[in-house]
DNA sequence: TTGTATGCGTTATCAT
DNA sequence: ATGATAACGCATACAA
């Protein structure tokens, strides 16, 4: 049998006072006697009283929750990503509802919907990779529901994004490897098709250019299946490293393609730095893990996290819109590790 | 301006029909005419119409969302079992809450006290690891809350969890070396204190014993920080395999301890299975990142969520306490790599 | 200073 | 077949 928790009408009741002398007792209201005060403080504290969350959300119309719409919240960026989340939500007093999409449209719809459907405050949204109709966002964007993207946003008049600059990411580090000495730098980018596949792409050829490297087409590789697949990586190194001129170094565009490409190192006896520079895109927190060596662009998950939970509170709480953070620009981090100095020239 | 949402009020003023006529023709009542109910359904369907499940906690006294206390949700082994309840949750019409304790007592108390004030009909709880103290826990369960440890359990009279069978997984794993042709196995092992080391060291012990192989206390290492100090783990390697008596195969029986061993031999040039056979425990799935020699107990942390899920649920739905289910063991999985085959002996 | 009444959105229990 | 009303727990405008 449940426990039947105590509400403001039980210790009112039990008091003999009313309802409202009793809450406003607990609110700590100027217009009550301290003598009440403190009976019905005592009492409630006794009886371990808690106001019952639900009944002030219908009251107020709010609830004090944000939702959270990821792909799958096993995805260590999005666990991080998460993890800012909670914390910015837990400082403001807000609890974090998940929900998946499974990187499937449908799933995604619904945990919208569910959402939605006046259980949370406002919402941060990574859409899923099949999502390319977005009706369902512009619905809710245009009932006014708080939203702000991130990770993988959507793009129409007026929504709320975080989003890294992955262009100047890839400048950088591309800029690194030059400036530590590194003359025939190599792209292994993601596939080609993603937005931030070609922002990446983007930036490496500019810094090659700003130091008026030559740009070879050879030299920029394209892994198509997420670099799920061995062979396609192998396939990749092998095409760039048996190049007459082979490249001496190395920026690799995506998380998954990075550790798979070390991999392919730590197989192929291919010493990192000091036979072949790189340095490689993570979303992963490395320093865990087995890379000692390798010098990291990492996409600040945790601070994309944070900024956007704090961008959608404000527009939470703010009466008016919020027209001037529509979109924020984050940074990646370069981690340098074992600098990645060539022994050779 | 905020976006009002539609109400069953709001469509029986439209309708000229009464809140409850309208409530029941949505639910589909067989007391109400077809004709009601076409029209009803009709204008609810075009003008977007969603119940509001604030309302509907409030009366059914359940909001059908489940709180979720995890150490840390970036912690892999916390957003994998986190996938694996989120999976089940939503399978049975269930939100998932998600709070974090940051391994501190006083932040398990109050996200524990957020949850609790009847925001959430059960809760799944993996203590920190500074919670010495069980009052808060007891206290809730003593309220009737529904509540399924999972990972690190606290242990009292009728708690219900969900844990990993560690002497199994240790006893498994040190006999899978053993039939691979190693003859003297050591073992890495995580802090002293926690009762996860002895349990794996206690099986790692019990299957030496079954195979009449003699138990060295030189081969067992106990790293007292978590792993996470590289120092400790080199010394403790280099302890192992100064010995006269050199070990051939080690088993290490954490996580953290077993990626950074695995640094280790990398930088020591130590081949894997080849020079040193080899089996962690393991929490990440490793099969992402640069360890495709090493063979894991994988501990299921997916399985672990879902199983822990699946108990919760059944505990509310159910009017009566359960009690056949108060513990369910789980088993670790090997997962095999490369086979540990020794080229040399 | 305290009490009474109302409403938040929904459904169940009575009426009609 | 439909409508009126009360109740869930809380806060507050209004009354006393």
Chains 1, 2 share one sequence.
Do not use: W
């Not at 426990?3 to 002398?21: N, P, R, V, Y």
């Not at 800029?175 to 025939?184: P, S």
């Not at 010098?295 to 944070?306: D, F, H, K, M, N």
């Amino acid at each position: 049998m449940r426990f039947e928790a105590i509400t403001i009408k039980d210790i009112a009741k039990a008091l003999g006072l009313s309802t409202s002398t009793v809450s406003r007792a607990l609110r700590d209201s100027h217009e009550i006697s301290p003598k009440t005060k403190e009976i019905v403080i005592k009492y409630a504290k006794e009886n371990n009283y808690r106001p019952n969350p639900i009944a002030l959300s219908l009251k107020e119309k709010r609830s004090s929750s944000i939702g959270v719409v990821v792909g799958e919240i096993a995805n260590s960026f999005f666990s991080q990503a998460i993890n800012g989340i909670e914390s910015i939500a837990h400082e403001k007093g807000y609890n974090v509802i998940i929900a998946q999409n499974k990187e499937q449209l449908e799933r995604e719809i619904s945990a919208l919907q569910f959402l939605a459907s006046r259980s949370v405050d406002g919402i941060l949204l990574s859409v899923s990779t099949q999502t390319s109709d977005f009706d369902h966002i512009k619905q809710l964007y245009e009932r006014s529901m708080p939203m702000v993207c991130f990770d993988c946003v959507v793009d129409f008049e007026g929504i709320h994004k975080v989003i890294v600059d992955n262009t100047k990411a890839a400048f950088d580090g591309t800029e690194h490897l030059i400036k530590k000495g590194f003359k025939n730098i190599a792209c292994v980018a993601s596939s080609s098709n993603l937005s931030i596949t070609k922002e990446r792409v983007k930036g490496y050829i500019e810094a090659l250019q700003k130091y008026q490297l030559p740009v070879h087409e050879s030299n920029i590789q394209y892994i198509n299946h997420g670099g799920v697949i061995l062979e396609e990586i192998s396939e990749a190194m092998q095409q760039l490293l048996s190049q007459k001129n082979k490249p001496d170094a190395l920026i690799v565009c995506s998380d998954r393609v990075t550790t798979n490409v070390m991999r392919y190192c730590q197989e192929n006896k291919i010493q990192i730095p000091d036979q072949l520079g790189m340095i490689g895109f993570s979303n992963i927190d490395l320093t865990d893990l087995l890379t000692p060596s390798l010098s990291v662009l990492r996409q600040p998950a945790y601070e994309i996290g944070r900024t956007a939970a704090d961008l959608l509170i404000k527009m939470i709480e703010s009466k008016r819109p919020i027209t001037e953070f529509e979109t924020v620009v984050l940074t990646s981090n370069l981690i340098e590790r074992n600098s990645s100095v060539p022994k050779k020239k």
